[in-house]
């Protein structure tokens, strides 16, 4: 499995950026409370009764919704009939119309395309801009494009999936339930790189038993002297599962403190243990091992240890060696063909579901002509 990016049909420079949206959106909140501040004070006592109503369920700092906005501009303007002289009150009406409702209504639609991404583009709001290899001016410029994921086995694509993240790390799972529902059931093994050795994608894996080839960050600078000398990495020290301490290079034991939790964005849990030693005065590995003024201190997920220890064991055992190699020869040869050879670096189509398609007739158009190519290296073979 491995994932690359094609960029969209949709124009470089439209783009919407999610935190411009929210900041923006906080500064026109700002200007409508204020609107209605300086309304609430222009009118008479007894007429303040009428809009501070509404005012106060709002409270000073809460969020205004384009439909509450259009209920408060709608009560304004039935105000109006009764004051059709009150040009303070026609020009806050004319402001409300003419600029923040549009503008609010405008930043509800992007946040709503936006989702949880980051940005989208004008010209196709399913294209998120991201970082490419193909970068001709080399100031790593982001363009609106897809990732896209396939699986491969003997250089045939089994498997393809869209998606609107740049990165990798939390495509496996969607990935892996679209190839479930086009082949009908997992495979039984998973060779990915390490920009999928997460510990949601590790715990899923595991749970769907599926044997997982899959690199984790840190694997290669594990080989590294530099890493096996370094004194203060975690993994360079010893654990004790029956006192639950971690004990340093210098024998110093580290106890359990607490245990916090982190939820991700996609709702899996990762359990963090904090550990930290009684006294480091006077240590002499203290410089190399941490900057801290006090006492050293770590959070460590067990959990992702023993992923990662497993991953470890299965990667440096003969079977599993082979089973990397693979990988380059795989998807590598895949999108190579596909990019280079075929030239598909730009979507012709927008849209999820016809970039989609369009994905789909270039896996099917690939599939045939290596079918192909095999079958006359087959015919030429028994022709010799």
Known sequence: MDGTKIEANANRYTFVWGKAVSKHKAKLQ???HALFADIE???HQEERKFQGKDLAELGESCEISSEKLEHLTQALESKLLDKPKDKP??????KLRKDLLPRLLKYE???TLLGDRNSFSKTDPDATFMR???DHMRNGQLKPGYNVQIGTENQFILAYSLHRRPTDTRCLQPHMEKARKILGKLPQTVIADAGYGSEENYAYLEKEEIQAVVKYG?????KSKAWK?????????????????????AGEALHFRKESKETLQSGYEIYKRHYRSQSCEGCPLKERC???AGNREVVVSLERLRYQKQARDILRSEEGYALAVRRMTEPESVFGQLKNNRGFRRFLLRGMEKVTLEVGWLSLAHNLLKQAANDQKRRAAVLQ
């Open 229 to 249: 000398e370094n004194v203060g990495k975690i993994e360079n020290w010893t654990y004790t599962e029956t006192k639950d301490t971690w004990t340093c290079p």
């Open 89 to 94: 009150l026609k020009k806050a009406i004319r």
């Open 30 to 32: 700002e200007n409508v």
């Open 290 to 292: 941490t900057k801290a």
């Open 41 to 43: 004070a222009a009118e």
């Open 132 to 134: 490419m290899k193909e």
């Open 218 to 222: 840190s694997y290669h600078k594990e």
């Open 109 to 111: 639609q992007y946040q």
